[in-house]
């Protein structure tokens, strides 16, 4: 999984994200570049149109629409079925990127999640799940400052599934 979140698990309002974090964007793009990303419905309305499908990646969208359009794009019922997609496509990582819903589904079966924590609180409807930190081991923290492009501080951090 990757996602951005505020200190209150925050990461989206109105159907868009509440901040403007250019190296959050370049890290997003860096890290899923060439891999399947999956996604839910709404998150795939929310990305700009010349952002849809997202560029030189696989795109796969989960929706119970059996007529839904999304060209450009995979669609797919159910998470299952779309890690089922990338798998049989021997992808390496695939990457669940919203929204909270997925995210929820998604927790039980991911091994990693990039979490781009914003030191700041933020207003909004969708969040990221808890999780519990006993069954995720945190394996890397990148702390951001604020500058000119970056009005609040953040870390890059990376969890692991620990095995049992």
């Known amino acids: 999984m990757i996602a951005a979140m505020g200190s209150n698990r925050v990461i989206g309002k109105d159907n868009d994200i509440p901040w ?72 390496e990582e695939a990457f669940v990127i919203g929204g909270g819903e997925i995210y929820r589904m998604a927790l039980e079966t991911s091994n990693r999640i990039y979490l781009t924590e914003i030191n700041e609180d933020f207003d909004g409807q969708v969040t990221f799940p808890e999780f519990d930190k006993t069954e995720w081991k945190e394996t890397s923290r990148v702390h951001h400052g604020t500058d000119d492009q970056h009005e609040f501080e953040f870390d890059f951090v990376t969890y692991e599934k620990n095995l049992h």
């Open 20 to 91: 403007h974090l250019p190296d959050d964007f370049k890290f997003f793009k860096d890290t899923t570049k060439s891999h399947y990303v999956i996604m839910g419905r709404k998150n795939w309305e929310s990305l700009p149109a010349k952002l849809q499908p997202l560029p030189n990646r696989t795109n796969i969208v989960i929706t119970r629409q059996a007529d839904y359009k999304a060209p450009g794009a995979i669609i797919v019922p159910t998470l299952n079925a779309a890690m089922k997609i990338a798998k049989e496509a021997k992808e």
